[in-house]
């Protein structure tokens, strides 16, 4: 574990007065899914949804960051999420904007991935497949 959320853990570990063992997972929802069984008693960096709330107490955020849609350069740009309807795109497995695109616009489909990297190589090399009514492979 490195960069903020390891900081900002070490702070709260010597403000309570205890040591925090990071576990490794493979990804998002491995880690996700061991704190909603208990085994972990921490997540760092983990937005609230309504879908977590219902398993976690959240503090208020630390730090906020954007939400983009990435394209490939042949692919069209998109300045509202709404643009998407119809169109599938890349998204990461159990992430906060995925939830929430799920949720707010079940008409687009998400195609997810289990990291980032995994999302966006997708993107990259043109593996976010078309819709059945697109001709460009969406992002």
């Known amino acids: 574990m490195s960069g903020l959320d ?5 702070v709260l570990g010597q403000r309570l007065g205890v040591q925090f063992r990071p576990r490794h997972h493979a990804d998002w929802s491995e880690a996700y899914e061991s704190a909603v069984s208990g085994e972990i008693a921490l997540l760092s960096g983990t937005a609230m949804t309504p879908e977590r709330r219902a398993s976690f107490n959240f503090t208020r955020p630390d730090v906020t960051f954007p939400v983009m849609i990435i394209t490939r350069d042949d692919e069209p740009s998109f300045d509202d999420i709404s643009l998407l309807a119809g169109r ?5 497995r159990n992430y ?16 997810e991935h289990s990291t ?15 819709s059945p009514t697109s001709s460009t492979p969406p992002t």
Do not use: N, S, Y
């Open 96 to 111: 906060a904007p995925t939830l929430a695109l799920r949720r707010d616009f079940p008409e687009i489909e998400a195609i």
């Open 88 to 92: 599938r795109f890349a998204a990461v």
């Open 6 to 10: 390891a900081d900002v853990v070490a």
């Open 116 to 130: 980032v990297a995994e999302a966006l190589q997708a993107v990259a090399l043109g593996r976010a497949p078309p």
